[in-house]
């Protein structure tokens, strides 16, 4: 019976604009993987429930029996609690889609947390947003990592 603490975060710049998810999965206090993402042009709410849903599959394949999922989302800690009910019509596939892989585990319990304690996740997810903006800028200038522009390589012999 293995439980996992899941840190999760969804990053938009824009709102909607580019977006990445971050999840660290934790098992017995322990950081046993991290996961960023970049997911395209999304609202911060899709890119929430998007972390969530990469969480979950990476768990099944960790053979995961009890989710202990952790967000600074409030939204999503409430509607999957129940205290909310899922409004717009962007975040109910997502949320029907978070509750049928919830259901395949033994036990779960989602918890809301300060944005201190998620500090991994948010890390993870902003992480691939930048990603993904350094390469645009490299593809706007002509350059590839490793090859400067020009099409010069950085070191050449004298003769």
């Known amino acids: 019976m293995k439980e996992l603490e899941i840190y999760?975060?969804?990053a938009s710049k824009g709102n909607p604009g580019p977006s990445g998810v971050g999840v660290?999965?934790?098992?017995?206090?322990?950081?046993?993987?991290?996961?960023?993402?970049?997911?395209?042009n999304a609202t911060n709410n899709v890119a929430e429930y998007t972390a969530l849903i990469y969480a979950l599959k990476e768990a099944m394949g960790l053979k995961a029996?009890?989710?202990?999922?952790?967000?600074d989302s409030q939204l999503l800690a409430r509607q999957l609690n129940k205290?909310?009910?899922?409004?717009?019509?962007?975040i109910s596939g997502l949320y029907n889609q978070s509750l049928g892989l919830l259901g395949?585990?033994?036990?779960?319990?989602?918890?809301?947390?300060?944005?201190?304690?998620?500090?991994?996740?948010?890390?993870?997810?902003?992480?691939?947003?930048n990603r993904f903006f350094r390469k645009n800028e490299q593809a706007e200038c002509g350059c590839s990592p490793g090859k400067p522009?020009?099409?010069?390589s950085g070191l050449q012999r004298k003769a």
Do not use: M, Q
Request: net charge positive; proline share 2%.
């Open 8 to 10: 999760i975060d969804g």
């Open 24 to 40: 660290v999965i934790c098992h017995c206090g322990c950081v046993i993987k991290n996961v960023s993402a970049y997911i395209g």
């Open 65 to 71: 029996d009890y989710l202990i999922v952790k967000t």
């Open 83 to 90: 205290v909310y009910k899922v409004r717009n019509a962007n």
């Open 104 to 129: 395949l585990f033994k036990k779960f319990s989602i918890h809301s947390i300060p944005r201190e304690e998620n500090k991994g996740a948010d890390k993870l997810a902003t992480l691939a947003v």
């Open 149 to 152: 522009a020009g099409g010069k």
